[in-house]
């Protein structure tokens, strides 16, 4: 989502390249290396017709999804200054409804025409996306994340409602703290030091829900924004070190052990678990370098900053959209002869080209009715 300072109207075009690169990482893990694997979602589309041996470096892509979180904490950071409960409630709805109405009926429409899914579970699967409805099943597996998100926005409206946006600090420690508590508790269990039954079991369901597994995540990005606005004390800036390198330490938790995340298949590579760590260690610098020092921004040149901009839009549906409608093309490509790296190539410029339609016309017009929907209701009933 786009970015402004709220004092200078300062635009973060760092932000939207990170994001946009986050999100390649995630369509490159799912459409070149997860959905062909034997316990990938997706194993009822593809049917065991293609694997792509070439794409399988991009194994460590999920790890987009922690570079997210960490841009969310940033970016609500910054729009819940100077903002009511209802405008921020209302800046919310605006930037999550209209592309996931869109997409979750791209996704059913695309599910309903090339697979054998019981109807009334898609239609069931298709409301609880087009509500946001944080409890599953979705459409799509991907819409987990949105439940985290919007559980953390949550709890930043609470806090605006109370008037306590000057404890933001306290606030985002708080949550970073329990989040550092809870990832300890795991690596602790997995390495035998306390035996605590179904931990795993509650860190992939409600964990990853609530800001427990993800939590440090958020608050590292509220962090840094506040030591952007020269907001943070420095014993808060010294905690905001070991909350980035507790989010280095959940990524080894994710990508190295016994038990790794879901879609990685035990082939060897999931030894490497440096690549992630570095990975998200590039990331972190280029957001901070971004958002700190204006001279950066600044220093793009002005015919590449729109094409930013543009990315940047583009992400949020590519993100939402790409799984199943990636894999049927790449299946179908394949059953025409193209070689299935070439399909892969295909698919995924097909499904980014849609996206940027879909980011570009159809969302701009349908958030524009639904913000007359919104201010009419802010009108009738009194809101601010």
């Known amino acids: 989502m786009p970015l402004q300072n709220a004092s200078n109207r300062q635009y973060y075009f760092g932000l939207d390249l990170i994001r946009f690169a986050s999100a390649c990482l995630v369509l490159l893990f799912h459409l070149g290396y997860s959905t062909w694997q034997p316990e990938s979602g997706a194993r009822d589309i593809v049917r065991g017709a293609y694997a792509i041996p070439e794409a399988s470096l991009f194994w460590f892509g999920g790890m987009g999804v922690q ?41 059913l429409i695309t599910l309903l025409a090339f697979t054998e899914r019981p109807v009334l579970n898609l239609l069931w699967r298709y409301l609880h996306s087009i509500t946001l409805f944080p409890l599953s099943p979705w459409i799509e597996g991907v819409y987990w994340t949105l439940a985290a ?11 605006i409602a109370a008037r306590r946006l000057d404890r933001l600090e306290t606030f985002s420690n708080l949550m970073g703290g329990i989040s550092i508590a809870f990832i300890a508790l795991v690596a602790c269990n997995r390495n035998g030091l306390v035996q605590i039954e179904h931990l795993e079991g509650f860190r992939k369901t409600v964990g990853r829900y609530l800001p427990l597994w993800y939590g440090v995540f958020f608050s590292l990005g509220m962090n840094l924004w506040l030591f952007t606005r020269r907001r943070l004390s420095k014993a808060s800036a010294v905690y905001t070190v070991a909350l980035f390198l507790t989010c280095c330490f ?17 082939d060897g590579s999931r030894q ?50 790409h799984f199943s409608l990636g894999v049927i093309l790449i299946k179908g490509l394949i059953a025409t002869g193209v070689s299935p790296m070439l399909a892969f190539v295909a698919s995924s410029v097909l499904v980014f080209l849609l996206c940027l339609y879909i980011a570009t016309q159809l969302e701009p017009a349908l958030r524009q009715r639904f913000g007359h929907v919104l201010d009419r209701t802010e009108r009738r009933f009194g809101l601010r």
Do not use: K
Not at 254 to 262: K, M, N, Q, S
Not at 282 to 300: C, E, K, N, Y
């Open 67 to 107: 570079i997210f979180f960490v841009i969310s904490g940033f970016v609500i950071a910054n729009s819940a200054q100077g903002a009511t409960p209802y405008r921020f409630f209302r800046s919310r709805a605006l930037r999550l409804y209209p592309a996931a109405w869109i997409c979750a009926t791209v996704s």
């Open 272 to 321: 490497a678990w440096q690549v992630p760590v570095f990975v998200f260690i590039v990331a972190m610098a280029g957001l901070f370098a971004s958002t700190h020092w204006p001279a950066v921004d600044r220093s793009i040149p002005l015919f590449a900053r729109e094409p930013l901009r543009r990315l940047g839009l583009v992400t949020y549906p590519l993100y939402l959209i």
């Open 149 to 159: 998100e919007i559980i953390f926005y949550a709890l930043m409206f609470l806090l």
């Open 250 to 266: 959940q990524i080894y938790l994710a990508f190295h052990g016994t038990d790794i995340e879901e879609g990685i298949s035990d």
